[in-house]
């Protein structure tokens, strides 16, 4: 969880840097606020109840939101070529970049995790301490949109490095 919360904390920066060029795209502006405060929510409940399936899911679901109002940021960004020349865009971008890999990551350990400890309790030995401690299997993460989450979104800035 602590890839999307550096994901997040970058959000309000990038928003800010994006807000001085284009005014008149408020809405994805918003829509990106917006999820990124969903998604913070979404985690603070989750972290309250770890083993509650529904606030697992609402997360994923609140992560996944994220992921796409940040796409829209991006392409909000290829329509300014003086704002991808900005030296703080750039920067808060790379960062950004850095957050998704490790978030990409963090996701496929984690499936690994929850398949081997499906694996686990169902064999013998663990399957008598599984059905004693009524240990159940765990559902893996599935987001709405594999293909949108299932890489990190590319930045490319060559195109207009000599913009200034």
């Known amino acids: 969880m602590n890839q999307y919360q550096r994901r997040a904390d970058l959000i309000p920066n990038l928003v800010a840097s994006i807000k001085g ?17 969903q998604a913070n929510r979404a985690s603070s409940d989750l ?6 399936e529904q606030k697992l899911q609402a997360w994923q679901q609140a992560q996944a939101q994220v ?8 392409i909000i960004s290829e329509r300014y070529p003086e704002l991808k020349a900005q030296e703080l865009y750039q920067n808060l971008m790379v960062q950004l970049e850095g957050s998704e890999n490790r978030i990409t990551v963090a996701r496929g ?15 013998f ?32 800035f ?5 913009a200034h």
């Open 109 to 123: 350990r984690y499936i690994k995790a929850i398949e081997q400890y499906n694996v686990t309790i169902r064999k």
């Open 21 to 37: 060029y284009s005014s008149h795209e408020k809405g994805v502006l918003e829509a990106v606020t917006l999820a990124r405060r």
């Open 125 to 156: 030995p663990a399957v008598l301490t599984a059905k004693v401690m009524d240990y159940t299997p765990k559902k893996n993460y599935l987001p709405d949109d594999v293909a949108a989450v299932s890489k990190a979104p590319t930045i490319d």
């Open 158 to 162: 060559s195109q207009n490095a000599n």
């Open 67 to 74: 992921t796409r109002t940040l796409g829209q940021l991006t």
């Open 47 to 52: 972290q309250q109840t770890p083993g509650d």
